[in-house]
């Protein structure tokens, strides 16, 4: 009936389609560098320097609650990066323990690898 170059060039489209289907789905709805700015809390530089981080509170509206982002910022380059994100908070403790490791509301991250995402944290 079909050719085996038909359907494989039919199954190679779907997953393709799918494959960018979710990608489109990841990159606008789980990506935490697309978060709104907000309006700056805080912000701690690093002990030796090297980073600062700054919190920001963001609204999220009428139907949903505020919360917290945290921007890493290398500066020697001005480099940013969202490494914190947490919901239902309205207010940001920022302590650095050493040159790598920051806690922000309680949550050790080792920067700039680590980041923080309240939907991929299974306690909350």
Do not use: H
Request: glycine share 10%; charged share 25%.
């Amino acid at each position: 009936m079909f050719s085996k170059k038909v359907l494989l060039g039919v199954f190679a489209g779907v997953l393709l389609s799918i494959g960018g289907i979710v990608f489109l789905i990841y990159f606008f709805f789980y990506n935490i560098d697309r978060l709104p700015q907000g309006e700056s809390l805080t912000e701690e530089t690093s002990p030796d320097g090297t980073y600062t981080l700054k919190a920001y509170i963001i609204n999220g509206g009428a139907t949903t609650s505020y919360s917290v982002r945290g921007e890493l910022v290398t500066n020697d380059s001005g480099k940013t990066k969202n490494v914190y994100w947490q919901y239902r908070k309205e207010t940001a403790e920022i302590k650095w323990q050493d040159e790598d490791t920051v806690v922000i509301n309680g949550v050790e991250l080792d920067v700039p690898e680590e980041r923080y995402d309240y939907r991929k944290d299974g306690s909350s």
